[in-house]
């Protein structure tokens, strides 16, 4: 049951909740106003037939009481006159069933023996001899008229002849005193039936009601929703493919400002769509499959042609610059390097003799070691156009950081003060040249010790997952925006004064033959952080 309420539709939930608020709220209403109206209708007959009993007592000839009072005989004259009046109550107030006379005098046993009563009851058989055994409202309530000597009314209770509501009234004689309680009886039934009258009416009231409630609630529930159902179907028409579609714009309030918004984002959609097929078109590299595909399917295909071609094209681009570079390399080691050997060989001898000033093998040292970094950047070049051959063997991946680091931990607490941290997790292995990935991750630290102008942390660690070994190097120097991220690896960029950025593109040529990644993290003045992945060995 309920997880067919949470299936119904927003509108029917909406229809079921609300009629059932005002289905409780209904009854409930219903239920207090019949309650109210029937403790009202009792009190009103109630109290009427305390009035008509205190109306007729003062009818009663009080010498008449008393001598029916003081005999036995059914036919006194007294006892007949009281009975004839009694009649004639019953005559003018048909409601009120019966009334009677009783002496004041209180029986402990409940035994009531009548003064005078009305003929109806003389017709029935009961006789003056016969005593009314009563019950305890009826008894309560002769006592309290007695005892307090006002009038009163008994809740309703039931005896031998039937249900009732009796009101009591004191008779009394000239000095004040009771002497005897005229008694008028109310048929419950009558309540009964008026209560019946009084649920029906209320029950058919509720019927009414609650059905104009609930054809107006759907029809303005309908006429409130209809915006959101178009808007549903607008979406429905979306994820079909078709960005033309438009709602109309009933109104300002929230759901007419909603349709607004829904049909700026299908104009949006609809440009950038149709400009993705025209993009995917000029590309011309569209798959068979995309014939079959339709809507947004067909769009996010074509943009998913778009970011391929575009990675290819990037490839591409990045391999013809290699490719460039190599020759340029080729050319430049070719022509420049054995001069510059000779320029060096030189230089060196003209250092080494005496007769020369102190000032003049400055300048002469100076010269060397600007060849030097010329020779450096010429075998980076080679690198690029002659990678190293070597056949890939098994390497310990753990025993290298650690010579590295050996390496890197000197320089750089010589040069910039900076401490070396290294962890690692456990021995791993890959397969490579052990060589060249020395080289990356030399090149790789050493940037990154420069990066630390003075002291600072270099951590470094090694640690591996299913698939992959992780180097990962992490300094806390200048750090990178993210505008220098893009260009890193790039040929002649980089962020040292004398860097020809060609080492680290060096390094990520390195790890993409050994089919690894090199991602970078970085934040402008708090650091940088490299990791290296490369395939993990194992036996």
Not at 96 to 120: G, V
Not at 283 to 309: H, P, R, T, W
Not at 494 to 503: A, D, F, M, Q, Y
């Amino acid at each position: 049951m309920i997880n067919r309420i949470k299936n119904l539709s927003f509108f029917k939930k909406t229809i079921l909740f609300t009629s059932c608020i005002v289905l409780v709220v209904g009854l409930a209403t219903a239920v207090i106003s019949f309650h109210i109206q029937n403790n009202a209708i009792t009190q009103i007959l109630s109290d009427q037939a305390v009035s008509v009993a205190n109306l007729w007592k003062s009818t009663l000839p009080r010498k008449d009481v008393i001598a029916a009072a003081n005999t036995t005989d059914p036919n006194h004259p007294s006892v007949l006159h009281l009975t004839f009046l009694i009649d004639k109550i019953h005559e003018k107030h048909s409601i009120y069933s019966h009334a009677y006379i009783f002496a004041s005098d209180i029986p402990e046993d409940r035994n009531f023996k009548p003064i005078a009563i009305p003929l109806s009851l003389l017709q029935q058989g009961f006789t003056y001899t016969d005593h009314y055994i009563s019950g305890d409202e009826f008894y309560n309530a002769f006592v309290y008229t007695v005892t307090n000597k006002t009038s009163v009314y008994t809740d309703v209770y039931s005896d031998d002849f039937g249900t009732w509501i009796t009101a009591f009234s004191p008779i009394f004689d000239e000095n004040g005193n009771v002497i005897a309680v005229f008694g008028v009886d109310i048929d419950a039934s009558i309540l009964h039936n008026l209560q019946t009258d009084l649920m029906i009416s209320l029950l058919l009231s509720c019927i009414f009601l609650f059905t104009i409630i609930f054809i107006i609630q759907e029809w303005g529930l309908r006429k409130v929703l209809s915006p959101l159902n178009g808007l549903i179907k607008g979406i429905h028409q979306v994820s079909l493919g078709n960005f033309g579609v438009r709602l109309e714009q009933t109104d300002d309030s929230e759901l007419g400002e909603l349709s607004k918004k829904f049909n700026e984002m299908t104009k949006q959609l609809d440009v950038l769509f149709e400009r993705v097929a025209v993009t995917s078109e000029q590309f011309g590299d569209k798959s068979q499959q995309d014939s079959n595909l339709q809507g947004v399917e067909k769009a996010l295909g074509e943009m998913e042609n778009i970011i391929k071609q575009s990675k290819l094209q990037t490839e591409l681009q990045r391999a013809e610059r290699m490719n460039a570079i190599g020759q340029l390399a080729a050319s430049v080691a070719h022509e420049i390097r054995n001069p510059m050997t000779v320029v060096k060989g030189f230089l060196q001898i003209f250092h080494s003799k005496d007769d020369m000033t102190k000032e003049e093998k400055e300048y002469i040292q100076l010269m060397i070691e600007e060849m030097n970094r010329a020779e450096t950047i010429i075998n980076d070049y080679l690198s690029l156009a002659k990678p190293d051959l070597e056949s890939a063997t098994v390497m310990n991946c753990t025993e290298i950081l650690q010579n590295v680091t050996e390496l890197i931990s000197s320089y750089a607490l010589l040069n910039n003060n900076i401490t070396v941290n290294m962890e690692c997790k456990g021995t791993y292995y890959s397969k490579g040249n052990t060589s060249e990935l020395k080289q990356v991750l030399l090149n790789i630290m050493k940037n990154a010790v420069e990066a630390m102008k003075t002291e600072g942390v270099l951590s470094v660690k090694v640690f591996a997952d299913d698939e992959y070994v992780h180097y990962e190097i992490k300094d806390t120097g200048i750090g990178m925006t993210p505008e220098e991220l893009k260009r890193l690896g790039t040929p002649f960029y980089s962020l040292k004064e004398k860097g020809t950025g060609i080492g680290l593109m060096v390094c990520y040529q390195i790890i993409e033959r050994m089919k690894g990644k090199i991602t970078v993290e970085s934040e402008k003045g708090k650091g940088s952080t490299f990791t290296i992945k490369i395939p993990l060995y194992v036996e």
